[in-house]
């Protein structure tokens, strides 16, 4: 795989100088699943930091004093980028100057799926929609980290970053690579078996955060309660999406554990639909090299117990 030229370069001069390099490069990283696949790739070496911990969204994240002072002794940062974490534009620009600044969004290799338009979505939409191929950053979905493919691509940015910065361990990153790379096709390949009966069995979600998934899987979500966590959707959307579940045969409603479920409660009032929780980020789970594994498997898991 390729990085882009700017990145190629920026690694190479890096790697030229490393010989004064610590032999433990201080690595931040934005969020639980981005961390768990950088901890997967320094096993062994060292601890990269996470940014984001406990409950907190990336949407409405306020960076702490300890963050700060990650991010200014941080030899690289990883993060997905602008669209998902905005709150970090102005931090890497003031506090992580010395660090190499790894934005996945700049990865020509990753699969990218178009923003969808719309609280509610029916299968033309679905089975339609193209991957996105333009240069507006602000049409992209930036949940990429869901398709385990995107997970490949990502391990392997994060390994040439890091052979560059260290290169004394760069046999140890290639080798904790090419182990998480095989995690990840055992991973899909089990994801694939489990969700392959659910293709025809519509469900409503919190927000727009699973299309990557979605995708990879061939499920069939309907719509979603917001796109958007800064507007909340009024009460004739609300009225829409539950024509649609009444209309489409929905079997469930997923709310997420970070946010309040009373709009999803609005729109499922009344009807004989099952309740779920979908979590796209591990805001309950303990960051490490296995959470993005959980991760997955949980989502898997909980679609399976709701629409069957």
């Known amino acids: 795989m390729h990085l882009k030229t700017a990145l190629i370069a920026t690694l190479l001069t890096i790697g030229l100088g490393a010989s004064t390099a610590q032999a433990s490069p201080q690595v931040v990283v934005s969020i639980k699943p981005l961390h768990s696949l950088v901890a997967g790739v320094m096993a062994g070496i060292a601890q990269p930091k996470l940014l984001i911990r406990g409950q907190a969204s990336p949407h409405t994240y306020a960076l702490r004093p300890s963050g700060a002072s990650a991010l200014q002794a941080a030899e690289v940062v990883f993060w997905i980028g602008e669209e998902s974490e905005a709150f970090l534009r102005k931090p890497l620009r003031t506090l992580a100057r010395k660090a190499v600044v790894v934005a996945l969004t700049d990865t020509e290799e990753i699969h990218w799926l178009s923003l969808r338009q719309g609280l509610v979505w029916n299968s033309h939409d679905r089975e339609t929609e193209e991957s996105y191929s333009g240069d507006d950053h602000e049409g992209r979905d930036p949940h990429l980290w869901l398709d385990p493919n995107n997970a490949k691509v990502m391990v392997q940015i994060i390994v040439t970053t890091l052979q560059a910065v260290d290169p004394e361990q760069a046999q140890a990153y290639h080798d904790n690579g090419q182990r998480l790379r095989k995690r990840l096709d055992a991973l899909d390949a089990v994801l694939r078996e489990g969700l392959s009966s659910l293709s025809q069995k ?62 999803l409660r609005v729109v499922s009032n009344g009807l004989e639909v099952k309740h779920g929780v979908l979590d796209p980020i591990g805001v309950e789970l303990s960051a490490g090299p296995d959470l993005y594994f959980t991760l997955l498997n949980n989502l898997s898991k909980s679609l399976q117990e709701c629409l069957h």
């Open 202 to 263: 519509p469900y409503l979600v919190f927000h727009d955060a699973y299309q990557y998934f979605e995708k990879r899987y061939n499920l069939h979500p309907i719509g979603a309660v917001t796109l958007s966590h800064e507007h909340s959707p009024g009460m004739q959307r609300l009225q829409t999406l539950r024509t649609q579940m009444l209309g489409s045969g929905g079997r469930c409603v997923f709310t997420e554990p970070q946010f309040s479920p009373k709009l």
